[in-house]
């Protein structure tokens, strides 16, 4: 089993930074990509932010500029950094990794998902 847990999260005034973490564990082999998705009220889940394995990274247009993504491959884990954050960034924000692991005695790739962290921006 893998799991993945977030942190960071919370109130930031407009124009404010946040950086969110995010730790996978369990039974890895290794990490292919991983991401940062977000959810406001009333909307579906979108991807913010993804980077490969290798570093690669890809931004939806509305945190280009603003939003970083990084990894640690040895500690597996995932960071956003979030500068000149606005209101409409508020949501909760999902961790996400396609984890190589052991299945029933087969190697597989599996999607894991986080719990969730709240990101509020608000004066």
């Known amino acids: 089993q893998v799991q993945l847990v977030e942190s960071g999260g919370g109130l930031v005034q407009p124009g404010g930074s946040l950086r969110l973490s995010c730790v996978a564990s369990?039974?890895?082999?290794?990490?292919?990509?991983m991401g940062w998705y977000r959810q406001a009220p009333g909307k579906e889940r979108e991807l913010v932010a993804a980077?490969?394995?290798?570093?690669?990274?890809n931004y939806t247009d509305s945190v280009k500029g603003r939003f970083t993504i990084s990894r640690d491959n040895a500690k597996n884990t995932v960071y956003l950094q979030m500068n000149s954050l606005k209101p409409e960034d508020t949501a909760v924000y999902y961790c996400?990794?396609?984890?190589?692991?052991?299945?029933?005695?087969?190697?597989?790739?599996?999607?894991?998902w986080g719990q969730g962290t709240q990101v509020t921006v608000s004066s």
């Open positions: 980077i490969t394995s290798g570093g690669s990274t």
């Open positions: 369990g039974s890895i082999i290794s990490i292919n990509a």
């Open positions: 996400n990794a396609a984890v190589i692991t052991l299945q029933s005695s087969s190697i597989a790739t599996m999607d894991y």
